[in-house]
T-cell receptor, first 116, second 113 residues
Framework: AQSVTQLDSHVSVSEGTPVLLRCNYS??????LFWYVQHPNKGLQLLLK??????LVKGINGFEAEFKKSETSFHLTKPSAHMSDAAEYFC??????????????FGKGTRLHILP | GAVVSQHPSWVICKSGTSVKIECRSL??????MFWYRQFPKQSLMLMAT?????????EQGVEKDKFLINHASLTLSTLTVTSAHPEDSSFYIC?????????FGPGTRLTVL
């Protein structure tokens, strides 16, 4: 069965320090994996996606994520946090195969707090 | 916990007809709901922000006359795809916020023949 687990509901880091938001997944098929960011009262914005190409994916605003099949992980990282990075982050798994409907599973989200 | 439902979960319609998709927050009230669409292996695309009691805010490139959004109550938003064509076939997802937590509907698969 599909599932997405975001291991931390809240993460706090100081400005200028690295960010790590963790995501583990389970999938029966070859999944596509996404990270989205949501600022207050705004819709989701795509940060990056993995769709079976390079395992290290670079996204917008300096974020990147590495797909590790052996660990079933897709953690989101950024070398240096900015105040503007404070937001909610969602890890999402999407599956598509020829003999079943597409499925999309959302993680519960991780709220990132940036300390001055 | 809070739940967001969508109805129908899948629908097939003929080209030229209109289809209505409902998004309900089952045990909480949501002043704002979001509508997204997703093509296979693609990312979610925000279509519009649905505000209770006022007009929806559409993203650039989304035709508001084609994708009608009505947020009639604090627990219900509807998306109507008018005069649907095969290129409108997609997976439509809504979300709603309860306090500071976001909940997503299970999605509606629309296939236009």
């Amino acid at each position: 069965a599909q599932s997405v687990t975001q291991l931390d509901s809240h993460v706090s880091v100081s400005e200028g320090t690295p960010v790590l938001l963790r995501c583990n997944y389970s999938s029966s098929y070859s999944p596509s994996l996404f990270w989205y960011v949501q600022h207050p009262n705004k819709g989701l914005q795509l940060l990056l996606k993995y769709t079976s190409a390079a395992t290290l994916v670079k996204g917008i605003n300096g974020f990147e994520a590495e797909f590790k099949k052996s660990e079933t992980s897709f953690h989101l990282t950024k070398p240096s946090a900015h105040m503007s990075d404070a937001a909610e982050y969602f890890c999402v798994v999407s599956e598509s195969s020829t003999n079943r409907d597409d499925k999309i599973i959302f993680g519960k989200g991780t709220r990132l707090h940036i300390l001055p | 916990g809070a739940v967001v439902s969508q109805h129908p979960s899948w629908v097939i319609c003929k080209s030229g007809t209109s289809v209505k998709i409902e998004c309900r927050s089952l045990d909480f009230q949501a002043t704002t709901m979001f509508w997204y669409r997703q093509f296979p292996k693609q990312s979610l695309m925000l279509m519009a922000t649905s505000n209770e009691g006022s007009k929806a805010t559409y993203e650039q490139g989304v035709e508001k006359d084609k994708f009608l959004i009505n947020h009639a109550s604090l627990t219900l938003s509807t998306l109507t795809v008018t005069s649907a064509h095969p290129e409108d076939s997609s997976f439509y997802i809504c979300s709603a916020a309860n306090y500071n937590e976001q909940f997503f509907g299970p999605g509606t698969r629309l296939t236009v023949l």
